[in-house]
Protein backbone atom coordinates (compact mmCIF):
# COMPACT_ATOMS: atom_id res chain seq x y z
CA UNK A 1 0.00 0.00 0.00
CA UNK A 2 1.32 3.44 -0.58
CA UNK A 3 2.47 5.31 2.39
CA UNK A 4 1.58 9.18 3.92
CA UNK A 5 2.28 11.22 1.69
CA UNK A 6 3.78 15.10 2.96
CA UNK A 7 4.64 17.44 0.72
CA UNK A 8 6.92 19.90 0.38
CA UNK A 9 10.13 18.00 1.99
CA UNK A 10 11.54 21.35 3.07
CA UNK A 11 10.66 24.93 3.36
CA UNK A 12 12.66 27.79 4.29
CA UNK A 13 11.17 30.73 5.46
CA UNK A 14 11.29 33.61 7.05
CA UNK A 15 10.15 35.02 10.25
CA UNK A 16 6.16 36.49 10.19
CA UNK A 17 5.90 34.44 6.93
CA UNK A 18 2.91 32.00 6.75
CA UNK A 19 3.74 28.04 5.62
CA UNK A 20 1.31 25.61 5.00
CA UNK A 21 2.25 21.61 4.50
CA UNK A 22 -0.01 18.92 3.21
CA UNK A 23 -0.58 15.36 4.12
CA UNK A 24 -2.83 12.69 2.21
CA UNK A 25 -2.93 8.99 4.83
CA UNK A 26 -2.88 5.95 3.48
CA UNK A 27 -6.08 5.31 2.11
CA UNK A 28 -9.19 4.38 4.49
CA UNK A 29 -7.00 5.33 7.54
CA UNK A 30 -9.64 7.65 9.91
CA UNK A 31 -7.53 8.92 12.07
CA UNK A 32 -4.85 11.87 11.01
CA UNK A 33 -1.88 13.06 13.24
CA UNK A 34 0.18 16.05 13.01
CA UNK A 35 3.25 15.64 14.99
CA UNK A 36 6.22 18.67 15.25
CA UNK A 37 9.60 17.54 15.74
CA UNK A 38 12.68 19.36 16.67
CA UNK A 39 15.73 18.17 16.23
CA UNK A 40 17.46 16.12 19.33
CA UNK A 41 13.75 15.63 20.95
CA UNK A 42 10.59 13.44 19.62
CA UNK A 43 7.92 13.92 18.33
CA UNK A 44 5.44 15.92 20.15
CA UNK A 45 1.94 16.20 19.14
CA UNK A 46 0.02 19.13 17.53
CA UNK A 47 -3.23 18.07 16.64
CA UNK A 48 -5.25 14.43 15.86
CA UNK A 49 -8.12 14.62 13.48
CA UNK A 50 -11.06 11.43 13.56
CA UNK A 51 -12.37 11.61 10.22
CA UNK A 52 -12.98 15.53 9.44
CA UNK A 53 -13.34 16.05 13.50
CA UNK A 54 -10.70 17.27 15.87
CA UNK A 55 -10.00 14.64 18.86
CA UNK A 56 -7.09 16.46 20.49
CA UNK A 57 -5.72 19.73 19.87
CA UNK A 58 -4.41 20.60 23.57
CA UNK A 59 -1.04 21.11 22.12
CA UNK A 60 -1.55 23.04 19.14
CA UNK A 61 -0.46 27.04 19.64
CA UNK A 62 -3.71 28.25 18.14
CA UNK A 63 -2.65 31.95 18.15
CA UNK A 64 -0.61 30.82 15.26
CA UNK A 65 -1.11 27.07 14.26
CA UNK A 66 -4.25 25.53 12.98
CA UNK A 67 -5.03 22.76 10.42
CA UNK A 68 -7.93 21.45 9.09
CA UNK A 69 -9.28 17.87 7.45
CA UNK A 70 -12.34 19.16 5.39
CA UNK A 71 -13.55 16.17 4.02
CA UNK A 72 -11.57 13.33 6.10
CA UNK A 73 -8.74 12.49 4.40
CA UNK A 74 -5.93 14.88 3.46
CA UNK A 75 -5.20 17.43 5.67
CA UNK A 76 -3.23 20.91 5.45
CA UNK A 77 -1.23 22.46 8.43
CA UNK A 78 -0.69 25.96 8.55
CA UNK A 79 1.86 28.03 10.50
CA UNK A 80 0.62 32.36 10.36
CA UNK A 81 3.17 34.14 11.52
CA UNK A 82 5.70 31.54 11.88
CA UNK A 83 8.67 31.91 14.49
CA UNK A 84 12.19 31.17 14.93
CA UNK A 85 11.11 28.47 17.35
CA UNK A 86 8.92 26.79 14.62
CA UNK A 87 11.78 25.42 12.74
CA UNK A 88 11.37 21.79 12.88
CA UNK A 89 10.13 18.81 11.02
CA UNK A 90 6.78 18.43 10.89
CA UNK A 91 5.49 14.62 10.31
CA UNK A 92 1.89 13.59 9.56
CA UNK A 93 0.98 10.02 10.97
CA UNK A 94 -2.47 8.04 10.08
CA UNK A 95 -3.57 5.22 11.60
CA UNK A 96 -6.95 2.67 10.81
CA UNK A 97 -8.38 4.09 14.07
CA UNK A 98 -7.62 5.89 17.24
CA UNK A 99 -6.26 4.21 19.71
CA UNK A 100 -2.77 2.26 20.14
CA UNK A 101 -4.28 -1.49 19.19
CA UNK A 102 -3.75 -0.12 14.92
CA UNK A 103 -0.30 1.95 15.38
CA UNK A 104 1.04 4.91 13.11
CA UNK A 105 2.63 4.85 10.01
CA UNK A 106 4.39 7.92 9.79
CA UNK A 107 5.26 9.80 6.40
CA UNK A 108 8.79 11.61 6.23
CA UNK A 109 7.87 14.84 6.90
CA UNK A 110 8.26 18.60 5.93
CA UNK A 111 11.97 20.42 7.25
CA UNK A 112 11.16 23.75 8.01
CA UNK A 113 13.46 26.39 8.78
CA UNK A 114 12.80 29.83 9.69
CA UNK A 115 15.64 32.13 9.37
CA UNK B 1 0.71 14.53 31.42
CA UNK B 2 2.99 11.36 30.73
CA UNK B 3 6.39 11.90 30.72
CA UNK B 4 9.08 9.49 29.67
CA UNK B 5 12.56 9.50 29.74
CA UNK B 6 15.07 7.25 27.40
CA UNK B 7 18.59 6.66 28.03
CA UNK B 8 21.23 6.50 26.72
CA UNK B 9 21.19 9.52 24.25
CA UNK B 10 23.61 7.94 22.50
CA UNK B 11 24.75 3.84 22.23
CA UNK B 12 27.86 3.43 19.83
CA UNK B 13 28.26 -0.82 19.53
CA UNK B 14 30.42 -2.78 17.03
CA UNK B 15 28.61 -5.81 14.83
CA UNK B 16 27.12 -8.45 16.34
CA UNK B 17 27.19 -6.97 19.47
CA UNK B 18 23.54 -6.37 21.14
CA UNK B 19 22.49 -3.31 22.07
CA UNK B 20 19.80 -2.14 25.04
CA UNK B 21 18.04 0.94 25.31
CA UNK B 22 15.68 1.70 28.54
CA UNK B 23 12.81 4.18 29.11
CA UNK B 24 10.68 4.73 32.00
CA UNK B 25 7.14 6.37 32.88
CA UNK B 26 5.43 8.17 35.16
CA UNK B 27 1.83 7.24 34.27
CA UNK B 28 0.61 4.35 35.78
CA UNK B 29 -2.13 4.80 33.36
CA UNK B 30 -0.35 3.93 30.47
CA UNK B 31 -1.02 0.42 29.14
CA UNK B 32 0.55 0.86 25.62
CA UNK B 33 4.45 0.88 24.97
CA UNK B 34 5.72 1.29 21.12
CA UNK B 35 9.16 1.74 19.63
CA UNK B 36 10.08 3.21 16.57
CA UNK B 37 12.99 3.43 14.22
CA UNK B 38 14.19 6.68 12.23
CA UNK B 39 16.30 6.86 9.64
CA UNK B 40 17.98 9.83 8.30
CA UNK B 41 15.20 11.69 6.40
CA UNK B 42 13.03 9.25 7.29
CA UNK B 43 9.59 9.43 9.34
CA UNK B 44 9.87 7.41 12.60
CA UNK B 45 9.00 3.64 11.33
CA UNK B 46 7.23 0.81 14.41
CA UNK B 47 9.52 -1.87 14.89
CA UNK B 48 7.50 -3.38 17.75
CA UNK B 49 5.63 -2.68 20.67
CA UNK B 50 3.86 -4.10 23.97
CA UNK B 51 1.22 -3.54 26.47
CA UNK B 52 0.82 -3.87 29.76
CA UNK B 53 -0.47 -7.29 30.04
CA UNK B 54 2.47 -8.84 28.70
CA UNK B 55 6.04 -8.59 30.12
CA UNK B 56 8.04 -9.80 26.86
CA UNK B 57 7.93 -9.59 23.34
CA UNK B 58 9.73 -10.50 20.85
CA UNK B 59 10.36 -10.54 16.67
CA UNK B 60 13.59 -12.28 15.15
CA UNK B 61 16.83 -9.73 16.83
CA UNK B 62 14.60 -7.68 18.58
CA UNK B 63 12.53 -7.92 21.75
CA UNK B 64 10.76 -5.71 24.24
CA UNK B 65 10.50 -6.08 28.33
CA UNK B 66 8.24 -4.45 30.04
CA UNK B 67 7.93 -4.21 34.19
CA UNK B 68 5.05 -2.36 34.91
CA UNK B 69 6.03 -2.15 38.68
CA UNK B 70 9.34 -0.11 38.45
CA UNK B 71 8.05 1.51 35.60
CA UNK B 72 9.88 0.75 33.03
CA UNK B 73 10.54 -0.96 29.56
CA UNK B 74 13.45 -2.21 27.27
CA UNK B 75 14.61 -2.39 23.85
CA UNK B 76 17.33 -5.53 23.17
CA UNK B 77 18.54 -5.55 19.89
CA UNK B 78 20.42 -9.09 19.18
CA UNK B 79 23.00 -9.49 16.69
CA UNK B 80 23.76 -5.75 15.52
CA UNK B 81 23.83 -5.16 12.08
CA UNK B 82 25.22 -1.40 10.26
CA UNK B 83 21.61 -1.24 8.81
CA UNK B 84 20.11 -1.04 12.39
CA UNK B 85 22.38 2.18 12.64
CA UNK B 86 19.56 4.79 13.25
CA UNK B 87 17.72 7.10 16.02
CA UNK B 88 15.32 4.75 18.07
CA UNK B 89 12.35 6.32 19.93
CA UNK B 90 10.53 4.64 22.89
CA UNK B 91 6.82 6.05 24.03
CA UNK B 92 4.15 5.01 26.23
CA UNK B 93 0.27 5.63 26.06
CA UNK B 94 -2.50 5.55 28.22
CA UNK B 95 -6.63 5.55 27.58
CA UNK B 96 -6.18 7.25 24.83
CA UNK B 97 -3.72 5.92 23.34
CA UNK B 98 -2.00 8.69 21.69
CA UNK B 99 1.73 8.02 22.94
CA UNK B 100 4.16 10.36 24.28
CA UNK B 101 7.43 10.02 23.06
CA UNK B 102 11.41 10.02 24.39
CA UNK B 103 13.97 11.97 23.38
CA UNK B 104 15.38 9.04 21.71
CA UNK B 105 18.86 7.05 20.85
CA UNK B 106 20.90 7.47 18.47
CA UNK B 107 22.36 3.90 17.97
CA UNK B 108 25.72 3.26 15.52
CA UNK B 109 26.53 -0.16 14.78
CA UNK B 110 30.25 0.04 13.82
CA UNK B 111 31.19 -2.90 11.44
Known amino acids: EAGVAQSPRYKIIEKRQSVAFWCNPI?????LYWYQQILGQGPKLLIQ????????DSQLPKDRFSAERLKGVDSTLKIQPAKLEDSAVYLC?????????????FGSGTRLTVV | GENVEQHPSTLSVQEGDSAVIKCTYS??????FPWYKQELGKGPQLIID?????GEKKDQRIAVTLNKTAKHFSLHITETQPEDSAVYFC??????????FGRGTSLIVHP
Open chain 1, 93 to 105: ASSLGSGGSYGYT
Open chain 1, 27 to 31: SGHAT
Open chain 1, 49 to 56: FQNNGVVD
Open chain 2, 27 to 32: DSASNY
Open chain 2, 50 to 54: IRSNV
Open chain 2, 91 to 100: AASGGSYIPT
